[in-house]
C-alpha cells in the first residue's frame, strides 16, 4: 500500500524482498538510508552465517543511516583521520550489531531502465568505518551518470574475523568461518535480488573499494561464494594478495578470549556479553590483527597469490595507488633529510644508502615527510598494486587497467601531497570535500573525471576516453599506467628504476602481500 499518495515529489516509496520502503527526493536523486539486507546479528546470530532480514509490514522510513558495527573511532588527534572524517563514523547512524544495512542513490524507480549498479564497499581495513562515511555520499555520482549506487556496512574486527574454528566445536556453539565476508555476500544477492526495483541491472554491477575496501574487493574476486554477483571490480590502493593463516588467527583468538577471561569451557559466554565489553577487548588486542582467514571452507585459497584467482578471471578489473598513499601512517610533517636517513636506516638496514641515492634521482623534489611517504608507498601499496595487475594480466582473459593519482591535496597546506583517499571522493564526484581542495578547479575537473571512468567501467567494463587520453589495458609488455595529474597522462612503465628495485627485494613478508 502506498503512502506516498498526496505528499507531492518529495517521497518516493519501492519495494524490496522484505518490504516497502520510503526515501527522500533531492534534485531529482532518490536517496534511501538504512535498508536492512542482514538481520541483527548480536546474541544467538553473533559470529554466525549472516541472516536475511525479518519481513516488515508497514512501509519502513528510510531517511536517515542505519547503525553500524561496534568499533572505536579515529582519534581526533590523528589529522589524517580528520581529513576524511572518519574521526566522526560513530556519529553517522550510532553503532550496535543491527549492522548490515545500505544506502541507495538512484533517479529512477521502476522505470524501465536498467542503469549501471556502482556497490561501494568502505575500507578502514577490516575493523573500522562503514558505508555511512561521508566520503562515500553517493548523490553526485548516481546524478552524473544516471547509475545506481549502493554502500553498505558489514561486520568488522572480531566480531567479523574471530577464529573460532579450531577453539571449539561444540555443536551448542556453531560458528561460521570469516562472517564478515559472508555479510558482503548476502548484501551483494540483496542488490541481485533488489536492484531493478531501483532501476538498476542486475548483470551491470560494478564492486569497488579503496584501502581496506580494495582488501574486501581482492577478496570478493577470490571468494567461490561472491562468484557471478558482479562483472567489474575496482581496487584503489589495496591491493591483497595472501589472507592470514588459520593458526596466526587462532592465536589473535585465544588472545581476545584471555583479555575477556574465557576459556574453551566457557566459551558460550561470548553469546552473552554486551558488545562493549566484546569492544573493549578487542582494543586490547588490536582490531587490525583480526582479518580474513584461510579456514579450508568459505576461503579455500589465496587471493592473487600466486596467480590471479580463476573464477573471476572473466571480470574486468582496475587497479590504482595514489602517488604518497603511505603518508596517512605518519604525521612528523617537520621530518628534515637528516632525520629521514635515519628512518630509512631503522627501516631499510644496508640498503638505506641505496635507496636514498635512488630516490634523489628519481623523486627529489618532494619534501622529506612526502619523500619518506613516497618510499614507503613504493616498497608497499605500489608493489602490490603491480603484483596484482601483473598477475591479473598474465590470465589474459579480462583486461586490466592501472592507473596513479599524482595530482597533490591542497588540504593542510597541502603537507599530504597526493594522499591516500583522494580518489575515492573523486570517483563519487565529491569535489566539495576538503581532500579535494574544497571545490578548486583542479579538484572539480578531476572528479568529473574519474567519476565518468566509474560511470563508463560500470556500463560495459571499458574506462573509455580519459580527457581525451586512450587508456590501454596493462600488459606485463607494456606496463601502461595512466597518471591523474594536470595534465593527464598514460605512460608505459613509469618510474622504472624505482619499480625494478623493489622487484628486486626479498619477497614481502605482510599477511597483505
Known sequence: MS????????????????????????EGVIQFKGVPYGAPTGGKRRYRVPERP???????????????????????????GRLIQFDMVAAEGGMSEDCLNLNIWTCGLRDGRKRPV??????????????????????????????????????????????????????EFPVAANPGLADLVLGLQ?????????????????IWGQSGGGWK?????????????????????????????????????AAFLAALGLTQRNLSKLRTLPWPVLLEAQTKVGAQAFMPF????????????????????????????????????????????????????????????????????????????????????????????????????????????????????PAYDGVFGAVHAIDVAAGFGNARDAILGGGCEPGRSLSRTLSR????????????LVQDVAWEPYTPANRACLLLDVPITLVNDPDHEIRAFWERQPPPVSVLG
Request: contains cysteine; proline residues 5%.
Open 217 to 253: 574487493v581482492s577478496s570478493l574476486l577470490a571468494l567461490p561464494a561472491a562468484k557471478g554477483l558482479f562483472s567489474r571490480a575496482v581496487i584503489q590502493s589495496g591491493s591483497l594478495l595472501r589472507f592470514q593463516e588459520r593458526e596466526s588467527a587462532a592465536a589473535i583468538a
Open 294 to 409: 584461510l579456514d579450508g571452507t568459505y576461503i579455500l585459497k589465496h587471493a592473487f597469490d600466486p596467480i590471479a584467482p580463476v573464477q573471476s578471471a572473466d571480470v574486468p578489473l582496475i587497479v590504482s595507488t595514489t602517488r604518497d598513499d603511505a603518508g596517512l601512517f605518519f604525521n612528523n610533517f617537520a621530518l628534515d633529510a637528516v632525520g629521514l636517513m635515519d628512518l630509512l636506516r631503522q627501516q631499510f638496514g644496508d640498503r638505506a644508502a641505496e635507496i636514498q641515492q635512488l630516490y634523489r634521482e628519481h623523486a627529489s623534489a618532494q619534501t622529506p615527510f612526502l619523500l619518506h611517504a613516497r618510499i614507503i608507498t613504493d616498497a608497499g601499496f605500489r608493489r602490490f598494486a603491480y603484483m596484482q595487475a601483473e598477475r591479473k594480466a598474465q590470465q589474459g582473459v579480462a583486461p586490466v587497467y592501472l592507473y596513479q593519482w599524482n595530482w597533490p591535496s
Open 54 to 80: 525479518a519481513p516488515w509490514r508497514r512501509v519502513r522510513e528510510c531517511f536517515g543511516y542505519g547503525p553500524i558495527c561496534p568499533q572505536v573511532p579515529t582519534s581526533i588527534a590523528n589529522q589524517y
Open 190 to 206: 540483496w542488490v541481485r535480488e533488489n536492484i531493478e526495483h531501483f532501476g538498476g541491472d542486475p548483470e551491470r554491477v560494478m
Open 453 to 464: 571512468v566509474w560511470i563508463a567501467f560500470a556500463s560495459d567494463g571499458k574506462p573509455g
Open 118 to 171: 556502482i556497490v561501494s564497499i568502505h575500507g578502514g581495513a577490516f575493523s573500522i568505518a562503514s558505508g555511512n562515511a561521508r566520503i562515500y555520499d553517493g548523490a553526485r555520482l548516481a546524478q552524473s551518470g544516471d547509475v545506481v549506487v549502493v554502500t553498505l556496512s558489514h561486520r568488522l574486527a572480531s566480531f567479523g574475523y574471530l577464529n573460532l574454528l579450531d577453539l571449539d566445536s561444540a555443536s
Open 3 to 26: 503512502v506516498t499518495a498526496g505528499l507531492g515529489g518529495l517521497f518516493r516509496q519501492a519495494t524490496t524482498t522484505s518490504g516497502e520502503i520510503l526515501g527522500l527526493v533531492n
